[in-house]
């Protein structure tokens, strides 16, 4: 004969685990109201428009040469992120930092895309190694920015998905260039070059590179359940002085090397399209 109390709280528990569900519905029905209203408000673009396939960088630049590459309109030239859609993709200049990252990764569950691409500009952290207009496709982020903590709990490793990095992968070499790949310290604090603390931090860690919004897109895309990863092009190398970026440098950068990494960001989307592949992420 079952014992009364054990009964009780049975269904004690069976009322709980009911209401915390039901509250979870409530807050995700009401999240879902809200970035389907600000996804347009912070670009512009009516939902309709956006492709099922995401690529996100942090400057209008490369905007601009993906609507010219395409003869397609820019929206949110007046909103903080500007963005364009051709071909179903569509291109998100969101700013720069984590907690913009954390941003429009939340935004975009108002249309779930099939896939997310972050095209990111990085530190190269070994000297011997990396040069300016080197690319890194990256396994793994150090959770150093904070943001991510807002999402899941520390422990959980920040990590891109591997069918996406695999198309990278394959749309570089189809391009003839060659990569490194590696774990990516992700930073909140923007100027630390001068600090001798932190770069042996950075050492200690055996860091690739670092960045600013690496950490947070993986570890939020996972949360939110859509596939993510990363290409990164190296445009400076922060650890010495003479390798700190200027604003002369980036231009010089940018000028030979940002047309590469936009086309093979588009193609590795395109070869994800065109073979109709799932890059579902481990277990959401």
């Not at 039901?22 to 512009?44: C, Q, S």
């Not at 490793?157 to 490194?180: G, N």
């Amino acid at each position: 004969m079952k014992d009364p109390e054990q009964n009780k709280s049975l269904i004690t528990q069976q009322d709980l685990d009911a209401i915390t569900r039901e509250n979870f519905l409530l807050e995700k029905a009401e999240k879902a109201a809200i970035v389907k209203d600000w996804l347009p408000r912070y670009t512009g673009m009516p939902l309709e428009k956006f492709g099922e396939y995401i690529l996100l960088v942090n400057f209008g630049g490369y905007v601009k040469a993906f609507a010219e590459q395409h003869e397609v309109a820019i929206y949110g030239a007046d909103r903080p992120m500007q963005v364009a859609t051709a071909d179903g993709i569509t291109i998100i200049n969101f700013g720069i930092g984590s907690p913009n990252a954390g941003l429009v990764i939340d935004l975009l569950e108002a249309i779930h895309p099939k896939a997310v691409l972050f095209l990111g500009k990085c530190g190269g952290l070994k000297s011997r190694k990396n040069v300016n207009g080197d690319l890194i496709l990256p396994i793994a982020a150090i959770r150093g920015e904070g943001t991510s903590n807002d999402y899941l709990p520390p422990e959980v490793p920040a990590l891109p998905a591997f069918a996406l990095q695999k198309a990278v992968s394959t749309t570089i070499r189809d391009y003839e260039r060659d990569y490194w790949t590696g774990v990516v310290y992700t930073t909140n604090k923007r100027v630390w070059e001068h600090r001798e603390d932190f770069k042996q931090k950075l050492r200690n860690l055996r860091c690739i590179a670092i960045d600013m919004e690496t950490a947070t897109i993986f570890v939020a895309a996972f949360k939110n359940q859509m596939p993510a990863g990363a290409l990164l092009l190296v445009s400076d190398m922060p650890m010495t002085r003479d390798g700190i970026k200027t604003e002369a440098s980036d231009k010089i950068v940018t000028a030979n090397f940002a047309q590469m990494h936009l086309s093979i960001g588009v193609d590795s989307l395109k070869q994800l399209m065109n073979k109709g592949q799932t890059v579902k992420h481990l277990r959401f």
